[in-house]
Every structure is written in structure tokens, then in C-alpha cells.
């Protein structure tokens, strides 16, 4: 068995050969296929925005209180998204454990059901 060693010269070389972005993302760990989520995740925002602006025949750079991207809009999502990604971590728990069966499934969708019930009917009005 060798120990291998790195060369720290040739890490440095390595290194001043990437850009700056580059550098910045591998110095700060981020993910970029994370970064082109969120991006997918901003343009269909815009998207939504400017279809239910021209539907209502407003203009997008107005952020009128009937458009998609009002602080309302975006804490009823953040509120509704919640409730799917704690469903979503316990699926994933089930199939990391290679626990997963049919019934797995439908109890998802009768939860996903009961939750949103629950949302339209014994939710906060005012939230």
C-alpha cells in the first residue's frame, strides 16, 4: 500500500486555472445543479406573473394586489409547500429503507388529501 500525497504547487496551478465564479463556488461547497433549481424556480415565477398580469390586463412591473408575485401569494405557497416537503422527507426515509410498498402511496394521497382539507377549511383566515 502507497500513501499518495498532493502536490501543493500543482493544487494552486489547478486552482488559478478556473475562473472566479468557479473558484467562489468550489471555495463555498454550492451545489450549482441547486442553483440551476432555484433558477428554473425564479423564471417560472416570472412566467406566472407576467401570464396573470396580461390576463388582467396590468402591467408586470406593477405589483398589483390581483398578480401572482404578492407577499400574500408567496406566503400562501411557502405555507401549502410546507406541508408537501414534509411528506415528501418522510417518502424518502421509507425509500432509503427500502421499506416501500403500495400502501405507502395511497396513504400519501389520503394525507395530501386530509392536508389540504384542512388547510381550506381550519386554516387562519387572516393568514
Not at 59 to 72: C, E, M
Not at 80 to 96: D, E, F, K, R
Request: net charge neutral.
Amino acid at each position: 500500500m502507497t500513501d499518495t500525497t498532493s502536490n501543493p504547487q500543482a493544487d494552486t496551478a489547478r486552482a488559478s486555472e478556473l475562473g472566479a465564479v468557479a473558484r467562489f463556488l468550489k471555495a463555498t461547497e454550492i451545489d450549482t445543479r441547486m442553483l440551476g433549481m432555484i433558477g428554473a424556480l425564479l423564471l417560472i415565477w416570472v412566467a406566472l406573473h407576467v401570464i396573470s398580469s396580461l390576463r388582467l390586463g396590468v402591467n408586470p412591473l406593477d405589483f398589483d394586489s390581483r398578480t401572482f408575485l404578492t407577499p400574500r401569494n408567496l406566503w400562501n405557497l411557502s405555507v401549502q409547500t410546507s406541508a408537501v416537503a414534509i411528506m415528501a422527507c418522510g417518502m424518502v426515509l421509507v425509500i432509503v429503507m427500502r421499506n416501500i410498498d403500495l400502501s405507502v402511496g395511497s396513504a400519501e394521497g389520503l394525507i395530501g388529501m386530509v392536508m389540504g382539507f384542512a388547510q381550506v377549511h381550519f386554516l387562519v383566515r387572516f393568514v
